[in-house]
């Protein structure tokens, strides 16, 4: 098949290849397209944690997350460790599991050390079910309901406190246990500070147009609150600025801000220990993004973090992050296989495979972009630029414009990289497709960490009533 339109450029799904192969190690992982072991073996398919992709899709079906496990573990270890290096306090990095919140994937941060932000009572569950402990769970919200407070507080995590309807919830319900359980609950307070970033470029404004957090003017007023509550513990102060962040400064600055908030606080008799930067690291999803390695932003901020502190001649809080795109995006790509394609002339080619935007939303929800290849035959030259297309009944139901990849034919194994964060845990059953399985790969084995869903899956939670039964015997 010949594309209609004019191709941009001979090149091969090796351009993606990690770029040093020999010491994996050194690379930083949001910097790469594909997982760190990714690899092309002699059959000319891609590998990923020795594992042949196109045979995956064959034992485990398609679409399906192939997630690398040493990718994890190289980017928690790289924010955990670079923060003992350059941070000379204390610190914590949290996984933030919005990115991906499953038992598996919680686990295995958990095991690098990571404690976990969840922002909900599932997300608390699964934490805790995959063996979190209590104290290394950092709970977020804008509006956690009193379930959720509750069940907050019964587990004995920490409770990151977003607005005064919470946090006087949160008063009321410590004092009316009083009587049975007289215990702390931590708390940290989240505020707007100011910061605005739009993935490449940010501002500094007084106020925020953001639904979460208090107003920086009114902390203050919510130490004083605080302050007079004697089952609620402050133990510290959480920003959060944005999500594929590709500068530094703007977290460098956020240190600045922070240390301010813990002299205010000071001036009510209460003691900062902790102090959260929050995430935003970006990813590489094409050739054109550059963010930071891992490394550097931990560094900066980290010097940025110390610097305001000694001028102000403060002892170093606890520094806490809670990365999730650079954690898990860059470890998984989901594989698709190729179907039926449509040629309109003078227009476009579309390659349609079986998934869509039931299995990532981001493109028809932020448009965003991805890169793809074909992997039962990675060196073929890109020699078509084609429309790859989901398989839901949506026009929109685009995952990639523009597609550079190889003449494709139905069957093929379709790759679409960079893609752990944020497709998981928005994805949906639109058209009632079930949701993917997702497989953990690692030398010596691959397990699957999310079945794929059944049909029987998509019934589970519906109900008939009789009376409009029409299968009556
Ligand atoms: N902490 C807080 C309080 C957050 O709100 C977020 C992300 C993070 C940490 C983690 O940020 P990260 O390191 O992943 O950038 N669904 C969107 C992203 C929404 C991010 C929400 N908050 C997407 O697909 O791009």
Request: aromatic residues 6%; charged residues 20%; glycine residues 6%.
């Amino acid at each position: 098949m010949v594309s209609t339109q004019s191709v941009i450029d001979i090149s091969s799904g090796l351009q993606y290849l990690p770029k040093s192969k020999d010491s994996v190690q050194e690379s930083s992982p949001n910097q790469e397209l594909l997982p760190l072991t990714a690899k092309v073996n002699n059959l000319d398919h891609l590998e990923i944690g020795r594992w042949d992709v196109p045979a995956l899709v064959e034992k485990f079906g398609s679409p399906l997350y192939i997630v690398d496990e040493y990718t994890i573990r190289t980017a928690c270890r790289q924010y955990r460790d670079t923060l003992k290096q350059h941070y000379p306090g204390e610190s914590l990095v949290l996984y933030a599991s919005k990115a991906w919140s499953s038992l598996a994937i919680c686990a295995l941060c958990g095991s690098e050390g990571l404690g976990i932000d969840v922002v909900s009572g599932g997300e608390l569950y699964t934490a805790i079910e995959a063996g979190i402990k209590p104290n290394k769970i950092y709970f977020h919200g804008n509006n956690k309901s009193l379930a959720e407070l509750t069940f907050a507080i019964e587990t004995n995590c920490l409770i990151v406190v977003d607005n005064w309807l919470e946090l006087e919830t949160l008063a009321a319900l410590k004092n009316k246990q009083k009587e049975q359980v007289n215990n702390l609950t931590k708390i940290m307070v989240r505020f707007t500070p100011g910061i605005e970033c739009h993935s490449h470029e940010y501002i500094r404004t007084g106020h925020l147009d953001s639904k979460f957090g208090f107003d920086a003017n009114q902390l203050n007023d919510v130490f004083a609150f605080i302050s007079k509550e004697e089952l609620i513990s402050l133990i510290g102060i959480h920003a959060h600025i944005g999500s594929q962040i590709f500068e530094v400064q703007p977290h460098q600055d956020l240190a600045d801000v922070m240390i301010d908030v813990m002299t205010t606080a000071m001036t009510h008799k209460l003691s900062i220990k902790e102090i959260n930067i929050g995430g935003g690291l970006g990813i590489r999803y094409t050739e054109a993004d550059d963010p930071p390695s891992i490394e550097t932003w931990v560094h900066k901020v980290s010097t940025a973090m110390v610097d305001a502190c000694q001028a102000r001649q403060l002892p170093l809080p606890k520094l806490l992050c809670e990365p999730g795109r650079s954690i898990i995006g860059p470890a998984c790509v989901t594989a698709y296989t190729v179907g039926s394609q449509k040629q309109i002339p003078e227009i476009r080619t579309y390659i349609s495979v079986d998934g869509g935007m039931s299995d990532n939303p981001r493109p028809i929800t932020y448009q965003s972009v991805y890169r793809a290849v074909v992997a039962n035959r990675l060196s073929e030259a890109s020699t078509e630029v084609v429309t790859i297309a989901g398989k839901h009944c949506e026009s929109g139901d685009i995952l990639i414009k523009n597609a550079t990849l190889p003449v494709t034919q139905p069957g093929d194994c379709l790759v679409v990289m960079a893609t752990g964060a944020y497709n998981y845990s928005m994805a949906s059953n639109y058209n009632r497709l079930p949701r993917p399985a997702a497989v953990l790969v690692a030398n010596e084995e691959v397990n699957v960490i999310l079945q794929r869903e059944t049909y029987q899956d998509l019934l589970s939670k519906d109900t008939l009533p009789e009376r409009i039964a029409i299968f009556q015997n």
